[in-house]
């Protein structure tokens, strides 16, 4: 998740794994690992029908946003890897990452809201059902005061 105003860093670690740049509604550039872009159907889409060339615009999400993007993504991916790798121990990784998604969605509404429109933007489905299920649950705690 690092944001850069050059694309020379693409190349340093790209022994490692392949590098995409995504760059903000507010023209910021974030350099991310091509497995965590993955994630964002959207973005997948672009880089299979090879319309993904050096930066990938994302202009319906800003800076701020798509940082927590990248992070939901990056700890999705890490999470899923960890998961595949320690299969036959006990399953308490699933929990964790439920509480860690509990405690990302744990923000004020306006940057909830635009969580939920960069998910749908970038095809989320699993943030989506996070943000969309989080805001289910504040109408579902608050019902009282809308009766």
């Not at 995504?22 to 872009?37: G, M, Q, T």
């Not at 744990?106 to 960069?118: G, K, S």
């Amino acid at each position: 998740m690092e944001s850069s105003s050059s694309s020379a860093a693409s190349s340093s670690s790209a022994a490692s794994s392949k590098k995409v740049i995504l760059k903000s509604s507010d023209h910021e550039e974030f350099i991310v690992d091509e497995n965590v872009a993955l994630q964002c159907q959207t973005i997948k889409h672009m880089i299979e029908d090879d319309c993904a060339n050096n930066v990938i615009p994302v202009p319906n999400v800003t800076s701020a946003i798509l940082v927590k993007v990248i992070e939901y993504c990056k700890k999705h991916v890490d999470a899923s890897t960890a998961t595949a790798t320690a299969t036959a121990t006990a399953g308490g990784g699933n929990d964790e990452l439920k509480k860690w998604d509990a405690k990302f969605a744990d923000v004020d509404q306006n940057t909830l809201f635009d969580l939920i429109l960069a998910a749908n933007y970038l095809d989320i489905k699993s943030l989506l059902d996070l943000t969309c299920q989080t805001v289910a649950d504040m109408i579902k705690e608050n019902q009282w005061a809308f009766e």
